[in-house]
């Protein structure tokens, strides 16, 4: 890749703050599991992280109508950005329900699943990091793939503990929405995975 113009730059800086947010948000929805979590401090924390990933996506818009040169397919950045803050506005949706619906516990499944969403924000991140050089990233989707689906895994358990007569009815439709929105969290990490992909394929 040719060397960088400052305005290329500045795209991998605006991709990196939103991947260190979306890394930041799993960290606190993995506080939620514990018996003794703040779930007002998360949520408020989670909306404080998605105005910094909405803000880099703003500044990722308004360099691209700035720039002529861009480092990859102005279409494919748009689509990495997107991505990015769509993880942190789903994270956002997740620490939300939990705050109003204050479920009495989440249940083993929950903590199984934002274990892995912290897995995901961290591979998300380094990747972010590789964009520049286009290097060590041949693995990356896989990777994002394989948790997506040990996620899903933990989702499906948790629909069958829902449905199994064990829980009341009015707790099990809380608890299937917040798992709706951990599930959507995944998929958006799948999404940047795929542009990700994207950008090693048609520029790699």
């Known amino acids: 890749m040719a060397k960088l113009k400052p305005k290329e730059k500045a795209y991998f800086a605006q991709f990196s703050t939103a991947a260190h947010a979306a890394q930041e948000a799993t960290a606190a ?3 939620l599991g514990g018996a003794t979590a703040d779930r007002a401090a998360v949520a408020e924390r989670l909306v404080a992280l998605a105005e910094v990933s909405d803000a880099a996506y703003r500044s990722v818009l308004t360099t691209l109508r700035a720039s002529f040169v861009t480092p990859f397919d102005r279409t494919e950045i748009q689509a990495l950005s997107r991505g990015l803050a769509a993880v942190v506005r789903r994270l956002e949706a997740v ?3 939990v705050h109003l619906l204050d479920p009495a516990r989440m249940p083993d499944e929950f903590n199984a699943m934002a274990k ?3 897995e995901a924000a961290t591979a998300t991140e380094d990747a972010v990091g590789k964009l520049r050089k286009l290097k060590g990233l041949k693995h990356h989707h896989e990777r994002i793939t394989q948790l997506a689906g040990e996620a899903e895994f933990h989702r499906r358990l948790m629909l ?6 064990e829980v009341d009815p009015l707790d099990a439709i809380e608890m299937r929405a917040i798992s709706d929105e951990v599930g959507a969290a995944v998929g958006a990490f799948v999404d940047v995975a795929d542009a990700v992909e994207t950008v090693l394929i048609t520029e790699g």
Do not use: F, P, R, Y
């Not at 069958?160 to 007569?165: A, E, F, K, P």
């Open 29 to 31: 929805i993995a506080e």
């Open 95 to 97: 620490a939300g329900l």
């Open 116 to 118: 892995l969403l912290v």
């Open 160 to 165: 069958v503990w829902l449905t199994s007569g």
